[in-house]
């Protein structure tokens, strides 16, 4: 075989056998030094397999691994340590109580005598941060910084550590769109300075963004390894689904109808009792979508909790179909027609050690046919769970297996099914589509737009832009815990709507609220 | 297809509930290994000690009868912990819960002399039932309303039960040297097996003669304690009060956003687990001692913990929890007289809860690897 100078990484015929599945088949997966490589497919494709064995968190049942041109056998992650790789999990593996310096030198400190050279610790974080761009506080604890600034102190770990090929797990999925900027900045100065990225993702955009080259599992076999530039994004996502798939959504002009929400002033407080949301007046009609854009932390899951009746409402009045059901409790306001899509799917929206027949009756499960007299009738609920497996295309081992064991993209999916089947007249979606795959994406938003076509309000939430955008029909963008403005959503684009979410051409106007 | 994939899933089932039941046989043989070593350290014979432990608990009739009369407030004990349990909560009050009901059981068996004996046992029993769901629901309100946790409160409202019952109440109301409340009425007694040969009614069985042992001492509170096993267990799987309390026990934040108020579950939960632990203290009042008597908790409260987690906090699981400790004690009583000191059964009892424990944590470690192996 030959051996190409310039390949850093070469993993030839990677197979990984899990009982019952072949979650990596024959895998192919090479790497350019210095290039930034999406390793792109759906969830369960094995994209994280493939990354785990090369971390030597798995071992591979059949394959080899070229690294630097030379095979080598790894046996645990230190021996990837070794080499210079470095991985970036997507759950930070860091110790909350520590600062950040101490959790970049953990398990290779810095020491006079037996004790933590503090000094060269901080010197030698201060050295990496300055010269790849990535400026964190060292000093801070990591409980107290934000997701961006972990992720940050990850990325010095693991280049404190020697690593000259970092790999990253889905590193996006967990940032705002301003932190994800940055992170594309700083891929930028690591591929300046020499090293080499793979980064998983499933988001198309982002791999069209900032990648080389682009290398796509699907069904644990690696489909194909393209130049970025050569492709569109409709390309990689056929690729990735085996199918053609539509980016855009395809939805008519909307025909709203009656009145259906109403929120009258509405004024919620946080966990901290800081005032969240600052008199929020909407209204949704039947038929329509209205999207909300907003910076992540701008009151939205305080203003969704409140509408679904699991936080307090301080003032203000919400209205259903002219029923006021401001002071409703979760259950009641279900009981309304009301159904949501929480954001939070692992801890709000499903019991994850319950099964698929548990959880797909929560919030119904006191409900004909459900129950009667408070006795559950499991008949009844496994016929319905079946049905909503099939219609709904919920895979990951049927009805008796439990929440946790499915997909994200899954577990996204038996939400909403749950929630749609209960034929809602009005729905609070929020961020309905996080963390999961393109093929899913389309299917929810297709669940989305016939809700609509049906006649149901519907509240949409979401940290992407260009789900708000081309979901919504009308755009209500909020700041600071106040709307600034309602577009229509045909006449906006990201630019004027990215002004508006952070506040800086408006004047908020109105009342002078706060201080 | 679908037939086959349910079929399929009984089968995981029953083989993750023959793994939990070969996990806790595999505690107790590791427990009683090393209790060899400690039953060495008393110059005894370790085949004499555990043939003396076994026929001890279950060499005779009436001796297995007695390991079930034993187990039986350890039965319930166990599931006054099992299932707030369930809901995500710790009692550790089943002691005051069963000496509030026992006291409050006991009173009510001698203050009222002139009711019929189906009238003054069930209200009996009720009043004793009440009395510990009252002690229990008041930590699992609190919790509800105020957050607080309920180990502290329960374990301070342990204390007291103690004053409370014991020395206050016994205190006031003996009549005699005897520390305990005055005996009860013969109508609000519970059957005791031994009776039953000379019962006017239960005497006509055909099979009547074999309890005819004045060496026996079960009574009736081990039918109501299976029957209350079977009872927990069909509202914690079966119901939607079950299904709330379950959602509330692995994700309250979940449950809040399915409608379910987990203040509520967990109040009740500890209203029902009070309930059971009343009864325990009612059957000791009213079929064991026929009073209310000082040091008649035994340590129960505390012992139904451990059953309560070999049981795997499963209804069902804990009833073979209960008859485990029961015929460690009553096993463990014959050791003594066979020479082995009491503080080696003792410690025996700690080793089965301790392996127990541990052994547990091979399960978690065993789950856990399964999972990295399955899911990616």
Known sequence: MSREENYILEMNNITKLFPGVKANDNVNFSVKKGEIHALVGENGAGKTTLMKVLYGLYDKDNGEIFYNGEKVNLKGPQ????????????????????????????????????????????????????KYGLYVDPEAEIRDISVGMQQRAEIIKTLYRGAELLIFDEPTAVLTPQEIDELFEIFKSLKEQGKTIVFI?????EVKAISDRITVLRNGKSVDTVDTEDVTEEDVAELMVGRQVLLEVEKTEANPGKKIFEVNNLKVSDNRDIPAVRGVSLTVRKGEILGIAGVEGNGQTELVEALTGIRKIESGKVKVRDKDITKFDAREIKR???????????????????????????????????????????NNIADYTQKLIDEFDIRGGG????????????????????EFSQDPEFLIASQPTRGVDVGSIEFIHKQIIERRDNGAGVLLLSADLSEVLSLSDRIAVIFEGEIVDVLDASETDERELGKLMTGSTIDAGGEDSGK | MLEVKIVENRWDHIKSMMTNFGISLLSIVVALIFGIFFILLTDQSPVTAYQALYHGAFGSFSNILNTLWRSTPLILTGLAFALPFRAGLINIGAEGQLLMGGFAAGVAGYVFTSLPGFIHLPLAILIGMLAGALWGG?????????????????????????????????????????????????????????????????????????FTNPGIRLHMNFVLAIIAAIILW??????????????????SDGAEYGGIKPGKSMFITMFLG??????????????????????????????????????????IGVIFGGLLFGALNQGGLEMQFAG??????????????????????LKMYLRKRKEKEGVE
């Open chain 2, 138 to 210: 008041l930590p699992g309100l609190l919790k509800a309303k105020f957050g607080s946790n309920e180990v502290i409160t329960t374990i301070m409202l342990n204390h007291i039960a103690i004053a409370l019952t014991i020395n206050y109440g016994i205190n006031k109301l003996r009549t005699s040297s005897r520390m305990a409340t005055p005996e009860i009425e013969p109508s609000a007694a519970l059957l005791r097996f031994k009776e039953i040969p000379k019962h006017p009614i239960w005497g006509k069985l055909p099979f009547a003669d074999i």
């Open chain 1, 336 to 378: 309304e027609s009301v159904a949501h899509i929480p954001e939070d799917r692992q801890k709000r929206g499903l019991i994850m050690d319950f099964n698929l027949q548990e959880n797909v009756i929560l919030g119904y499960h006191d409900l004909e046919p459900f129950s009667r007299n408070g006795i559950m009738k499991y």
């Open chain 1, 79 to 130: 021996d990837a340590i070794d080499l210079g790789i470095g991985m970036v999990h997507q759950h930070f593996m860091l110790v909350d109580p520590l600062t950040v310096t101490e959790n970049i030198v953990l398990g290779n400190e810095p020491r006079s005598g037996i004790i933590l050279n503090q000094k060269k610790a901080k010197d030698k974080v201060k050295e990496i941060s300055e």
């Open chain 1, 201 to 205: 993702t499933h988001k198309l955009q």
């Open chain 2, 340 to 361: 082995v000191p009491s503080e080696i059964v003792n410690i025996i009892q700690a080793l089965v809860i301790f392996f127990v424990a541990s052994l547990q944590i």
């Open chain 2, 274 to 315: 009070g309930a059971v632990a009343g009864l325990a203290g009612a059957g000791e009042a009213l079929g064991t001692h026929l009073s209310f008597m000082s040091g008649m908790d035994a340590g129960y409260g505390f012992t139904g913990i451990a059953v309560a987690l070999i049981g795997q906090t499963h209804p």
């Open chain 2, 234 to 251: 069909y509202i914690l799987f079966k119901t939607t009060l079950g299904y709330e309390m379950r959602a509330v026990g692995f994700n």
């Open chain 1, 399 to 418: 009805m008796e297996a439990k929440a946790k064991n499915l997909s994200g993209g899954n577990q996204q999916k038996l939400i909403v099914a749950r």
